[in-house]
């Protein structure tokens, strides 16, 4: 059962909290994942058939995560398939504040009582905090701050906005 605090809490259930997740399990440590959207949200949101680059071909992997695919659709199915190998489950719940209370952590959240934890490890990606341009027009229905499937605007005149990789990615998929 789920009595007394956790040894370590794992907020986000996203590759860092999957890998976090299996070195406790290993260690033999209790510990709980909470993921406030879905986990491998940032992955699931990338642009359909998006090209993955894990890790260079010659690298050796010290976690317990081992990764092969090249494309988005793959990458999630592969980590969907370690997490349920291993038996980890995810607690759908957003942590809003951490608290120090002695020796133990409070995780708060809407939903009633704080979890406890001894340690918490934060894995929070940021998708879905975008930059706004606060320009007019922005707000419309046409208006994305993200490419989920590039194959919609084929044929169709487009306007990326951004320098870093993300903008160039879309960009380089959107051709």
């Known amino acids: 059962g789920e009595s007394g605090p956790a040894d370590v809490a794992i907020v986000g259930g996203g590759v ?4 976090a ?3 406790a399990k290993r260690w ?5 994942v909470f993921e406030a959207s879905q986990p491998f949200a940032t992955i699931v949101n990338f ?3 998006k090209l993955i680059f894990t890790y260079p071909t010659d690298m050796k992997v010290a976690g ?3 990764l092969k695919a090249d494309v988005k659709e793959d ?3 592969e980590l969907e398939a370690q997490r349920i190998a291993a038996g980890i489950e995810t607690k759908s719940v957003r942590i809003q504040k951490l608290e120090r209370k002695g020796d133990l952590i409070h995780l708060h959240h809407e939903g009633g009582e704080p979890f406890k934890a001894r340690r918490v490890i934060v894995a929070i990606g ?3 905090n975008h930059r706004k341009l606060n320009v007019p027009g922005e707000a419309k229905d046409k208006v994305s701050n993200r490419l ?9 005149k487009t306007l990326v906005v951004g320098g870093g990789d993300s903008a160039v990615e879309a960009a380089v998929a959107l051709q």
């Open 16 to 19: 860092a909290g999957l890998s």
């Open 21 to 23: 997740a299996l070195e």
């Open 28 to 32: 033999g440590l209790r510990f709980v």
């Open 47 to 49: 642009p359909k058939r």
């Open 64 to 66: 317990e995560l081992a």
């Open 75 to 77: 990458l999630v199915a």
């Open 126 to 128: 940021r998708s879905g």
């Open 148 to 156: 989920h499937d590039p194959a919609e605007f084929a044929g169709r």
